[in-house]
Nanobody, 124 residues
Framework: QVQLKESGGGLVQAGGSLRLSCAAS????????MGWFRQAPGKEREFVAA????????YYADSVKGRFAISRDNAKNTVVLQMNSLKPEDTAVYYC?????????????????WGQGTQVTVSS
């Protein structure tokens, strides 16, 4: 079992920045693919960014590429999503996810473990 806990959400003006953190516990963190997803009201959950299980590759949704950056600290069992140049359309609940399987990192079906989510609201 892996437990995930997100933090760092909040209210920010358009153009601002937020830093989301996901603390993981329970298993060897470095063995897991880690991803961030988000869900806006009335919309389906969508992929934001991810590390592959090997940790060698990162993936981003086109909508956040160049503005968001995912990083991980295996020593601290933490994955971070740095979000810059935020836009009102980035408003959503952001979820951290983990998987010990190899597969398509953009798909939510790969991930077995999910955090409770943290709200990000970007005002115009």
């Amino acid at each position: 079992q892996v437990q995930l806990k997100e933090s760092g959400g909040g209210l920010v003006q358009a153009g601002g920045s937020l830093r989301l953190s996901c603390a993981a516990s329970g298993r060897t963190f470095s063995d897991y693919a880690m991803g961030w997803f988000r869900q806006a009201p009335g919309k389906e959950r969508e992929f934001v960014a991810a590390f592959t299980k090997s940790g060698g590759s990162t993936y981003y949704a086109d909508s956040v590429k160049g503005r968001f950056a995912i990083s991980r600290d295996n020593a601290k069992n933490t994955v971070v999503l740095q979000m810059n140049s935020l836009k009102p359309e980035d408003t959503a609940v952001y979820y951290c996810a983990a998987s010990n399987k190899y597969g398509y990192p953009r798909g939510s079906a790969l991930y077995d473990y999910w955090g409770q989510g943290t709200q990000v609201t970007v005002s115009s």
